[in-house]
């Protein structure tokens, strides 16, 4: 890695509205906002990220020095395949977590290493692939406050130089996508939940969005299956009252899939 780091008292915390594989080739209004976000961010000591596709029944870490390019999709073009992302990991942030996590068991996992949903953002945010990556899987079979608490005991990275990012969708509804299908006019519920959701964020109130099943039908469509959402209450849980919540990229993709890029800090 080049240089110093050069760290601020505190790093904001951003959850990222991923969407297709593709953005990670597309020069668009999504990969373009994310490419500035990373300009603009004091650049970190390393990233933590939590991604919707690491969605298993454990609490897991990446904890190798050069964590693989996982290409975890198919049915997508050869070049898309053909991308690597060769970021090193962190074994002192592994540790790190680790400690945070106390008393959670959270295990070492070395056959993982970064999935499309860190490296398409990241291959934009960080294009030198420089700054080191871990991944913190999602476990499964925990409900949704057992994620926003594991945020909440992360908070602490921030002032240490670690991004803390989310990589999913606030709104995540495969069964209603527009494939090959564009544009596609969003669909109403999926407008009405995403709005729902920045108004809560604005108002601060966590409780709402990490008992999401409450929000009924628009929630029920625009969250089907819950491992794109989780991944923002990890962010809302590392963000704290002081936080100004900006949004820093938006748009709805296919109809049914929110770009929602959401800042806190």
């Known amino acids: 890695m080049s240089g110093q780091p050069d760290t601020p008292r505190r790093l904001?915390?951003?959850?990222?509205g991923h969407g297709n594989p593709m953005n990670a080739l597309h020069d668009n209004d999504w990969s373009r906002g994310w490419a500035a976000i990373g300009q603009r961010l004091p650049r970190p000591r390393a990233v933590l990220s939590v991604s919707a596709h690491w969605y298993l029944p454990?609490?897991?870490?990446?904890?190798?020095?050069?964590?693989?390019?996982?290409?975890?999709?198919?049915?997508?073009?050869?070049?898309?395949?053909?991308?690597?992302?060769?970021?090193p990991g962190d074994l002192d942030l592994v540790r790190r977590v680790r400690d945070?996590?106390?008393?959670?068991?959270v295990g070492e996992d070395r056959s993982w290493g970064l999935d499309h949903g860190t490296w398409?953002?990241?291959?934009?945010v960080y294009p030198d692939a420089d700054v080191p990556v871990v991944q913190l899987s999602i476990d499964e079979s925990q409900p949704p406050a057992f994620h926003y608490g594991l945020g909440r005991l992360l908070?602490?990275?921030?002032?240490?130089?670690?991004?803390?990012?989310g990589s999913?969708?606030?709104?995540?509804?495969?069964?209603?996508?527009?494939?090959?299908?564009?544009?596609?006019?969003?669909?109403?519920?999926?407008?009405?939940?995403?709005?729902?959701?920045?108004?809560?964020?604005?108002q601060g109130d966590h409780h709402a969005l990490v008992d999401y099943p409450a929000l009924g039908r628009d929630a029920e469509l625009s969250i089907p299956t819950p491992e794109h959402y989780l991944p923002l209450l990890y962010v809302l849980g590392a963000s704290?009252?002081?936080?100004?919540?900006?949004?820093p990229v938006e748009g709805m993709d296919g109809g049914s899939i929110s770009m929602l890029s959401v800042q806190f800090g």
């Not at 904001?12 to 990222?16: G, S």
């Not at 897991?60 to 050869?78: E, S």
């Not at 704290?240 to 949004?247: I, K």
Request: charged share 25%.
């Open 240 to 247: 704290d009252e002081s936080d100004a919540v900006t949004f």
């Open 58 to 87: 454990a609490t897991l870490l990446t904890a190798m020095a050069r964590p693989r390019t996982i290409h975890d999709f198919g049915g997508f073009p050869r070049e898309l395949f053909e991308v690597e992302y060769p970021a």
């Open 120 to 124: 398409s953002v990241l291959r934009h």
């Open 12 to 16: 904001p915390t951003i959850f990222f």
């Open 100 to 105: 945070l996590l106390q008393p959670l068991d």
């Open 155 to 165: 908070r602490p990275l921030r002032d240490e130089g670690i991004l803390l990012i």
């Open 168 to 202: 999913g969708d606030v709104v995540h509804n495969l069964h209603a996508y527009a494939w090959g299908r564009h544009p596609a006019e969003p669909f109403d519920w999926a407008l009405r939940f995403e709005a729902r959701a920045r108004e809560l964020m604005r």
